[in-house]
């Protein structure tokens, strides 16, 4: 309400001063001309009246001057007004013409012209008289608080560096002093952006920011080489120096760059977010118009396909999930609101398989994103009852019920922990891949996988980790210094898993491309070089069940891509839901070896023989006395 009462009085100012420029400009020819007779003088007061009335006209009701909301003496305004201007001569030409031809006198041509000319001109020296004491104010209020900023060089003179240039000087809030940019391009040399110089090369940054005090830069090149930025973080973490950057273009393309905008460079910068190139009309063809459920929608994966999804206008988005909060979260994520007091907000748990056919029989679910999942690896270990409960009775739950409200489209969210595995999350979310590749094949249903490796940002996720470690002061955690793992943003992932439910035939696991994978030792590293503390990095040792590296494709299965040149389709050895019937019995009554009691190397030789000679004696963390976790699920399901 405040903007706007401080829009409609510019515009008041705007129209007054306006007009006074015209009939200043009219008193200023009749005073130059020296026009004594009457005759003339009511020419030039028919001329003024028609012209005024008619910039009036045009400024409040046709082109909106006075409404449009113009940075003072722009481009866009000064054209919009000497078109106005230029309209409203004719019409008092025209008015002249027809007092001339009834009253038989006449005005002066000349004298006629000069006056929109001169009120033109006046109109101009105004507003530019405005801008320039506006900006004179803004320089003088920014300079006053010029020793509490924080002196910034940019990297990148286009565009976007042009606009953070204008947005850190012209708000005296701002907590950044631009000192100059550095640019590459030759044709950039001694430019100055909004008064503000450039310096130099890229390669010449640390010595510009040596000369000029400089400890923060802002990156503002939106498709830098990663090669090229990650040298620019290290040289800059090498010297103390921040190093910053902007949100994605994409997500400022339509409005204003904001304080907001400039954020720390992250993992997912330095790694690089690859363009996703995806066939929207194809997945649109299975989302559009139809009922889709989530399940684990209040996730990391399954919030963002949930996002993603609601983008793509399916009839009904179904989101599931056992974690309250987690569903507030998504609803005023997606739908800017967060009262929960909507159907197709559903608190369900996957293992209650009663409860979850009341959701598929309210909702009839057309396609269904398997995402709910336990995926913390260490826990599973200490509880292995529970990753069974979760990962493969609840997705059986969600098999079945899918094939019997006929889902015509299922995507199983998988791990490359399911390849070789070695764990109890590993099994269960294989066991999960080939109940789902066993009932589409055994039913000719379009039912699918996805795997893929670690997210970045995924709550309770290493980074998380690392980054808590690093602001409480250390040390850092690193299993082992040789330990890597495929990295891939969020959105990435969730965009390929999409494409996956389009392209994917019944019974295919599809394996996203992840990129080369990421030594964590260097990413600890990089981390806390960022953070420009002297941190301790520890190693703990490899915990049960974990791997020096990750394998995405297994030992056996061929990985061909027919479809997308990120997305390889493999095939796992089909099991039918069915064929784990007994796996409620072990999981709530089941034995489990115990090493302490004698049976140690009985339960060191069944590890030994469920889990791959990759594997099993250099990279599968734990020891002996761990193996009893793993043998418990192993048993269980029959098919380990």
């Known amino acids: 309400m405040q903007q706007m009462r401080i829009s409609n009085r510019k515009a008041a100012v705007a129209l007054t001063t306006d007009t006074l420029g015209w009939l200043l400009a009219g008193v200023m020819v009749l005073a130059l001309g020296s026009h004594e007779q009457p005759a003339p003088a009511q020419g030039f007061a028919v001329f003024l009246g028609v012209a005024i009335a008619t910039n009036l006209i045009l400024g409040t009701l046709v082109l909106l001057t006075y409404r449009r909301r113009f940075h003072t003496a722009s481009f866009e305004e000064v054209s919009v007004l000497a078109c106005q201007y230029a309209i409203a001569a004719l019409a008092g030409f025209l008015a002249v013409a027809a007092w001339s031809a009834s009253t038989g006198r006449s005005v002066s041509a000349l004298a006629t012209t000069l006056i929109p000319v001169l009120s033109l001109v006046i109109a101009l020296l105004l507003r530019f008289a405005f801008r320039a004491a506006r900006a004179y104010r803004k320089a003088r209020d920014y300079q006053r608080g010029a020793h509490d900023k924080d002196r910034i060089i940019i990297i990148g003179a286009g565009e976007v560096g042009h ?38 090369t890229i390669d010449s940054l640390i010595e510009c920011c040596e000369a000029h005090r400089v400890r923060t830069v802002i990156i503002a090149i939106a498709d830098m080489p990663n090669d090229r930025l990650k040298q620019i973080t290290e040289d800059c973490a090498r010297h103390g120096i921040k190093t910053m950057t902007i949100v994605p273009v994409r997500e400022i393309a ?108 309210e909702h009839r679910p057309e396609v269904v994103f398997h995402a709910a999942a336990l995926k913390h690896l260490p826990l599973l270990e200490q509880y292995p009852d529970e990753g069974w409960k979760t990962n493969v009775q609840g997705s059986k739950n969600v098999l079945e019920l899918s094939e019997e409200f ?43 996988s996805v795997r893929f490796g670690n997210v970045l940002g995924s709550r309770g996720s290493m980074l998380w980790t690392f980054k808590h470690q ?19 943003t969020i959105p990435e992932a969730c965009q390929l898993v999409l494409q996956a439910g389009a392209i994917g035939r019944p019974g295919d696991t599809m394996v996203l491309d992840m990129g080369e994978p990421v030594r964590i030792l260097d990413v600890a590293q990089r981390l806390i070089a960022q953070s420009g503390r002297d ?59 115990h090493p302490e009691r004698g049976e140690h190397a009985e339960a060191c030789e069944h590890l030994k023989s469920t889990t791959s000679d990759k594997h099993a004696d250099e990279q599968v963390g734990g020891t002996a006395q761990d193996a009893q976790r793993h043998i418990a699920v192993s048993q269980r399901g029959g098919a380990l």
Not at 268 to 297: F, N, P, W
Not at 302 to 327: K, T
Not at 573 to 587: N, Q, V
């Open 163 to 200: 606009q953070i240039v204008r947005l850190t000087k012209n708000d005296a809030a701002s907590p950044f002093l631009p000192v100059g940019l550095v640019d590459d391009d030759e044709s950039k040399k001694r430019l100055r952006l909004s008064g503000v110089p450039v310096l130099g």
């Open 254 to 361: 339509r409005r204003r760059l904001q304080f907001s905008d400039i954020k720390d460079i992250d993992l997912a910068d330095v790694l690089g977010r690859r363009e996703i190139h995806t066939d929207l009309s194809r997945i649109s063809e299975y989302i559009s118009g139809r009922s889709v459920l989530v399940t684990g929608a209040g996730g990391s994966i399954g919030s963002e396909i949930a996002r993603q999804l609601h983008r793509l206008g399916p009839r009904d988005l179904v989101l599931l999930d056992r974690d309250e909060s987690a569903l507030h979260s998504i609803q005023l994520g997606i739908y800017n609101q967060g009262l929960l007091d909507s159907r197709d907000m559903v608190l369900c748990d996957i293992r209650d398989k009663d409860a979850l056919r009341e959701v598929f029989q």
């Open 406 to 448: 006929a889902v015509s489209t299922l995507v199983n969210v998988s791990t490359d922990k399911a390849a070789d595995p070695t764990s109890v999350l590993g099994r269960t979310k294989h066991l999960a891949e080939q109940m789902t590749t066993g009932l589409a094949l055994e039913r000719g249903l379009r039912f699918v």
């Open 470 to 488: 690093i602001d409480s002061g250390g040390p850092v955690t690193v299993t082992d210094p040789k330990v890597q793992r495929y990295f891939m």
């Open 535 to 593: 941190i301790p990095i520890e190693f703990t040792g490899l915990r049960p069940g974990e791997k020096i590296s990750e394998d995405l494709i297994a030992t056996g299965e061929d990985g061909q891509r027919p479809f997308h040149p990120l997305i390889s389709h493999v095939q796992v050895d089909p099991l039918m839901p069915e064929s784990i019937e007994t796996a409620h019995d072990w999981a709530m009554h089941g034995r489990t070896l």
